[in-house]
């Protein structure tokens, strides 16, 4: 197989004649071509004068090798390699319990479908209910304010990202992200994730895709148990003997998976309290901007805005203050809705998610401020939760102790003064808003970066500081405020418990949690056997 790069198509080409493309780079005539397949496809937007699709294409032709020393010298034209998924060989230690997972996030899910794959039999235990149910409960909560503290948008099964854009992109490069997003596509995810440069499954989707890997544990024998959380843990010699579910039930347990997320606050309080090392770790607060999403295609594609196929535009902003505070966009949902993301009585907490069609009329994004343990104001190991909690907390009290969030247009927030009137965008948070100012629920600092960032990103994204702009706060839980110490075997502080993924602070996003799962299950396999 021959992988042939740079191949561009502009993208106002209706139907992309990549065959054409193909044999014209390859110089052959077409009975020399056997198939081809799409390894990759980019957009390059840097013309002023057209936008095009770059693919990468795996071709099948006729004498090969030939071909390659023909074009020998030629870059963009070599043989086509494949990460292939290497399972790890299982150690000799017996296992006298079935290992746990504590969360069925991407994290959790992904070691249990490692383990489970390997005959090790998991345990997958999930405080909130199953994808099905779990919908409905969030459904209520976004209509009529009526928060689940047990099962919510932090809560429940497929962990935080359910009720996301599903955006599969990340920042690390390891050769599991390619396992990962074969995984999804077997259990339902769109095809394209594999070769598309920025992948996403929608919430929709994903919810079933989360269904699918649910069945495919328990058809290789693990177990998924729903409404089942861990309210404390055993310990002896200084290493995991058991768990203890819903405050009654023990289990004896040797291994258990902590992929408990960035918001289980009360799951990091119990593991400080039984000795279990945990730190404080720098995470980002801020709030979400919505803007019409055709300001966005305009201001992204110029003339090409609205093409059919080019889809909706993102935007990927940074900026880096004199003061050394840095603000950034993050999690940016084309055509998607901005949604109450709370998980605890009495705060709000704002994120996005869009479907896979991505056609809601406005483009959000969480704009954000990092943070540190410095300004946490404490140096306990929890500081960085009761950090969030406190803006969490005013933010409920301003948006009228409702679960309404306090929303301020871009121009009034510039301007120092509180929103009266809403404009042209109008507010997708549910259950409702209230016009605000939103320093009074923000530090006086993020207030600062935020809006010499606006000004900065309205020059990259021209209408990024768009005075009707809505600006929804407060975006508190964009990753873990703690660390769970692990060694180089994947191990906390009290042997057997395994950190795993965002909430252990290993990992921020889907595919960086689901890796980081597989490494941990690595880590259980390569030591004990599967069971009997
Ligand atoms: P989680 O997904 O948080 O899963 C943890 C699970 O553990 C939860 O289901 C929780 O109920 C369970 N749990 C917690 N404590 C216990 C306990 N004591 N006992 C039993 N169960 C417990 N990332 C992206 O890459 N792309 C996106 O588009 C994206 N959009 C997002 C949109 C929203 C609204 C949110 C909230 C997050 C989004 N993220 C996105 C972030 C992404 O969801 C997380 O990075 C990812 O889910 C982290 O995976 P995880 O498995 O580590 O933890």
Not at 49 to 62: C, G, H, S
Not at 315 to 329: C, E, M
């Amino acid at each position: 197989m021959l992988r042939v790069t740079g191949i561009k198509i502009p993208v106002t080409d209706k139907v992309p004649d990549l065959q054409a493309a193909l044999l014209q780079k390859l110089g052959i005539p077409p009975r020399d071509l056997q198939g081809f397949t799409i390894y990759r496809q980019s957009l390059d937007a840097r013309s002023r004068e057209m936008i095009y699709w770059v693919y990468t294409l795996d071709a099948r032709v006729k004498n090969e090798s030939r071909l390659l020393k023909k074009h020998a010298g030629d870059k963009t034209i070599s043989r086509a390699a494949y990460p292939v998924y290497q399972f790890v060989k299982p150690g000799r230690e017996k296992l006298p319990h079935r290992p746990v997972i504590i969360g069925t996030g991407p994290a959790g899910l992904f070691a249990g479908l490692l383990l489970a794959r390997t005959g090790y039999r998991p345990l997958l235990l999930e405080r909130g209910a199953d994808v099905d149910t779990r919908t409905r409960v969030v459904a209520r909560f976004w209509q009529e304010g009526h928060l689940d503290p047990g099962c919510n948008v932090q809560f429940g099964e497929g962990g935080a990202g359910t009720f996301s854009d599903g955006k599969l992109t990340t920042l690390i490069n390891d050769h599991r992200c390619r396992f990962v997003l074969e995984e999804l596509v077997r259990c339902g995810a769109p095809k394209e994730i594999l070769y598309y440069y920025r992948p996403h499954i929608g919430t929709d989707i994903l919810r079933l895709v989360v269904k699918n890997m649910r069945n495919e544990i328990t058809r290789l024998g693990g177990e998924v148990h729903f409404n089942t959380q861990i309210t404390d843990i055993a310990t002896g010699d200084n290493r995991l003997q058991g768990l203890v579910i819903n405050g009654t039930e023990k289990l004896p347990a040797t291994v258990a998976v902590l992929a408990c997320g960035h918001s289980a606050r009360d799951t990091f309080k119990l593991l400080v309290e039984r000795g279990v090392q945990v730190g404080p770790k720098p995470f980002s607060i801020g709030v979400r901007i919505e803007h019409p999403q055709d300001l966005i295609n305009v201001a992204q594609y110029k003339q090409f805005a609205g093409l059919e196929g080019l889809g909706p535009a993102d935007y990927k902003l940074a900026y880096h203050a004199p003061d050394g505070r840095s603000a950034y966009t993050f999690c940016m949902c084309p055509g998607g809705t901005v949604v109450a993301a709370a998980s605890e009585p009495g705060g709000v907490v704002t994120n996005g998610m869009s479907t896979y069609a991505r056609d809601g009329e406005n483009a959000n994004s969480a704009l954000l401020v990092g943070v540190t343990p410095e300004d946490f104001g404490d140096e306990h190991p929890l500081a960085g939760v009761e950090f969030q909690r406190r803006w969490e907390r005013l933010a409920f009290r301003l948006g009228g102790e409702n679960y309404h969030a306090p929303v301020q247009l871009v121009g009034d927030f510039l301007a120092g003064r509180p929103s009266e009137q809403l404009g042209q965008v109008r507010p997708t948070y549910r259950p409702g808003v209230t016009l605000q100012d939103l320093k009074k629920c923000l530090p006086a600092y993020v207030v600062a970066t935020l809006r010499e960032a606006i000004t900065v990103f309205d020059r990259k994204v021209y209408g990024f500081a768009l005075p009707e702009a809505v600006l929804t706060g407060v975006e508190t839980r964009s990753s873990s405020p703690v660390r769970i110490w692990r060694d180089e075997n994947y191990e906390a502080s009290t042997g057997g418990l395994y950190p795993a993924g965002e909430g252990a602070g290993y990992a921020g996003g889907i595919v960086s949690a689901a890796v980081d799962g597989l490494k941990v299950a690595e880590a259980i396999i390569s030591r004990y056997r599967p069971l009997e």
